[in-house]
Each structure stands twice: as structure tokens, then as C-alpha cells.
């Protein structure tokens, strides 16, 4: 934990080293809370290791943005979805009028 100079409360930071260069990121999720000097696994790219997360299903394998654009994408396909059946158009409710079943045998 981490005291930002700006709103004088205590961030939640994680600090990690690759040789001798020392890095810190943000572990502020939502839904988790860390305690002080309370170690994490961090995972990161080697070729990108400032760009790194703690390793826990929220936050690394699971973002707020991820999630949000999901929920919203599959309002979104089943609205389009509702509004195609709810309003056909005109050769589809021709071509549903003008269907006959065929008969079928018992034992297909």
C-alpha cells in the first residue's frame, strides 16, 4: 500500500524487479482487496514488463472494460435479433404463408 500524494489515501501498488530495473503497478480492482505487504504473484510479458498484472481471475483473465463491452455486445445482437423476428419482411411473410408441411411417414 501506497499513500498518493494528491488525495492523501492509501493505493493499493505492487512492486516487482527484473534485474535491476524496479517496476510498480496499480492493483486497484474492483471486488479485491489487498492487505499491506501482502505478496502476489505478477505476471508480465518479457518484452513489455511494465505493462504487468496480478495474477487472479479478476484482473488479469477478467477487466471491468472486457466485461462491459460483452454484456452491452449481447444486448445490442439481441435486440437486432428481436427486431428481425418482430418485423419481417414482406417475402419472408410470404414465403411462411405459403408453406405446407410435408407429410411424413411414421418411421423416418
Known amino acids: 500500500m501506497v499513500r ?14 527484473i534485474g535491476v530495473n524496479q517496476y510498480a503497478i ?22 513489455h514488463p511494465s505493462k504487468a498484472s496480478v495474477y487472479r481471475f479478476w484482473g488479469y483473465w ?19 435479433a428481436v427486431s428481425i423476428t418482430n418485423n419481417p419482411t414482406e417475402s419472408a411473410m410470404k414465403e411462411q404463408m405459403d408453406y405446407i408441411p410435408e407429410k411424413k411417414t411414421k418411421y423416418d
Open 62 to 80: 477478467l477487466h471491468w472494460e472486457e466485461l462491459l463491452g460483452s454484456i452491452i455486445a449481447a444486448i445490442v445482437l439481441f435486440q437486432i
Open 26 to 47: 496499480q492493483v486497484a480492482y474492483p471486488l479485491l482487496t489487498y492487505q499491506s505487504n501482502e505478496k502476489v504473484t505478477v505476471i508480465f510479458e518479457t518484452e
Open 4 to 17: 498518493d500524494s494528491t488525495s492523501n489515501k492509501m493505493i493499493p501498488k505492487a512492486f516487482y524487479s
